[in-house]
């Protein structure tokens, strides 16, 4: 078939051909390298290749051990309530008239013997008798800078100190911070705090709030009141501060203290009252972080209407409308604040009053709160302003007597310098100790004028005899410590003397400025001194533990309200006054 197309295997002939030889492109070379050496002489350096580390890993694996227990049961017809024994009403009755007898006869002689034990102290075997520094802590880098105050927390576990220069006068050119420490964590560093807050100047008092632990309070030397959330975690912890001005402190702050807004006994019902040498008494409403200004105050006047500079402040912890002030002239102040009443309203006028600044006119009397409201609406309607709040109030610069009246007040027995400390007692709602410059501490009961008993702590040179500092006890109410200005801090016990210390801490001649008991850890005292560091020491058990007999020597013998109380309508008789501190040696 000539049409027929050819197939392909037809076109390939076998043919022999001779071979080729193909060599590799690598060079025929050994795997090593020749090195000369500083001598000239040659050497072979091979060639090493380090593949990966194997890396291995052993575990262990661990069954579950298992343990075998019996549990008995009962059947579902054993026991319950079908299975109660039944009880013959008339033999129980029979039962209790035959036993009842013999019972509250042994149930009587019983509460008869009671007193014997009244007597009874259990002698434990962990019982310390020496006093001991248990911690020491200070700020490394600080120079030349003095313990200003210390303050512990309503944990007892944190304490805080402030640091600053006594003997500043004038313009303020120290800057110091504020130091806190966790004074039980195991991990303690005694010149490194766990928390250091830095502020502008330096602080002169302060205080934890009573029910929660973080929050601390403080007043500058600059007049500022200042808050700080110490638990917050953040660089800058403040949370409020107030400013300087006419209506506020200009001067040093000399006491923070957290004082009940009212008798509902609420955790966040707390005002903060503050008190400086320019003679104002500042009650500072802090619930909603607001410090723009004070929400009352008070002047403290002298005679001829002088103002008097505030040194020391205390209010009753069971009546917080009881007050007590220790001024820079001596004077010891018993005062009162007015409790606050119904409202009166918003005033009726062109003018939309808010509530805080109606607060602020019904805490005046009837006169000076029409005063305020003229004065106020004045100011407004040349300003062109609708609506008056707090601020507005204090914008239109009222006269400071009619915002900030004089509190009712009776005058106690005077010391005859600065009153340093002002401290009610905790446990007694009339007991109040006062201090002074003069080197003479006093007990009063605060409800007459003289006091009733007046110590000298004991001191070489008439010139260093001035109380720098002092507090009551936390654990026991016949215990308070004094704080010398010239070196030492002594403890009193009114139970076993009236007139000298019972113990004297072992600080040597330095100066004390503060001294604080710690709420939580009875017997613990934090005493800060003018060397930069604050010690921690714990008193003997005997002036830790609270004594049966301690509550009714102090009504019945320290202040005679036994035997007023028995007839006696009128003041008890004063005790005649103290002698003079003895002449310098």
Request: proline letters at 8%; charged letters at 20%; aromatic letters at 8%.
């Amino acid at each position: 078939m000539d049409g027929a197309q050819e197939h392909p295997s037809l076109r390939f002939v076998s043919e022999s051909l001779d071979g080729v030889t193909v060599r590799s492109a690598v060079p025929d070379r050994p795997f090593y390298k020749v090195v000369q050496d500083k001598d000239g002489q040659t050497y072979a350096q091979g060639v090493r290749l380090q593949t990966d580390k194997v890396e291995r890993a052993n575990r262990r694996l661990q069954a579950f051990e298992v343990k075998e227990m019996d549990i008995q049961t009962e059947g579902p017809g054993d026991g319950g309530a079908e299975a109660e024994a039944m009880v013959d009403e008339e033999q129980l009755a029979r039962f209790l008239q035959e036993v009842a007898p013999v019972m509250e006869q042994e149930l009587q002689l019983a509460w008869r013997s009671l007193p014997v034990f009244d007597a009874y102290v259990p002698v434990w075997d962990d019982v310390a008798e020496t006093c001991e520094m248990t911690h020491q802590v200070w700020k490394e880098g600080l120079v030349d800078l003095q313990v200003t105050s210390v303050a512990w927390n309503s944990t007892g576990a944190t304490l805080a100190c402030a640091f600053g220069k006594l003997d500043t006068l004038g313009w303020c050119e120290v800057t110091a911070p504020v130091c806190l420490w966790n004074i039980f964590r195991p991990q303690l560093v005694a010149g490194e705090p766990d928390t250091v807050i830095q502020v502008q100047g330096f602080v002169m008092c302060v205080a934890f709030h009573p029910t929660k632990p973080s929050i601390l309070a403080g007043g500058t030397y600059n007049g500022e009141l200042q808050i700080w959330n110490t638990g917050s975690g953040e660089l800058d912890p403040l949370v409020a501060s107030s400013s300087i001005d006419d209506y506020f402190h200009r001067e040093a702050i000399q006491v923070v203290e957290w004082i009940p807004a009212d008798l509902s006994g609420s955790h966040d019902a707390w005002l903060i009252a503050t008190v400086s040498g320019d003679g104002k008494v500042l009650l500072w409403d802090a619930r909603d972080n607001d410090l723009s200004q004070p929400s009352r105050g008070f002047m403290l006047q002298g005679s001829k209407k002088r103002i008097l500079g505030g040194r020391s402040l205390s209010f009753s912890p069971v009546d917080p409308w009881l007050f007590v002030v220790g001024t820079e002239t001596g004077n010891v102040i018993r005062a009162f604040r007015p409790p606050p009443g119904a409202s009166m309203g918003k005033p009726t006028g062109s003018y939309t009053w808010r509530s805080s600044a109606v607060q602020l006119l019904d805490q005046l009397a009837a006169n000076a709160r029409l005063q305020l409201q003229h004065h106020v609406e004045n100011y407004c309607r040349t300003a062109g302003l609708k609506e008056v709040s707090a601020e507005v109030i204090f914008q239109s610069k009222p006269d400071p007597a009619i915002l900030f009246p004089a509190p009712k007040t009776t005058d106690l027995e005077p010391h005859y310098g600065p009153v340093t400390v002002a401290a009610f007692s905790p446990f007694h709602r009339k007991l109040l100790l006062t201090g002074a410059a003069d080197g003479s501490v006093k007990i009063f009961d605060v409800l007459q004028q003289r006091a009733i008993h007046t110590f000298y702590p004991p001191c070489k040179y008439l010139s260093a005899c001035a109380v720098s500092a002092g507090a009551w006890s936390s654990a026991r109410p016949c215990v308070f410590a004094v704080a010398m200005e010239m070196g030492g801090v002594f403890i009193y016990d009114l139970l076993q003397s009236r007139q000298e210390p019972v113990l004297e801490l072992p600080l040597g001649s330095g100066r004390v400025n503060c001294v604080a008991f710690n709420p939580k850890q009875r017997g613990m005292l934090a005493c800060g001194d003018d060397g930069g560091r604050v010690r921690v020491f714990r008193l003997p058990f005997r002036l830790s533990e609270q004594q049966k007999s301690e509550m009714s020597f102090i009504s019945d013998k320290l202040m005679g309200e036994k035997g007023r109380d028995k007839g006696d309508k009128g003041t008890a008789p004063s005790p005649p006054p103290p002698p003079p501190p003895p002449p310098p040696s």
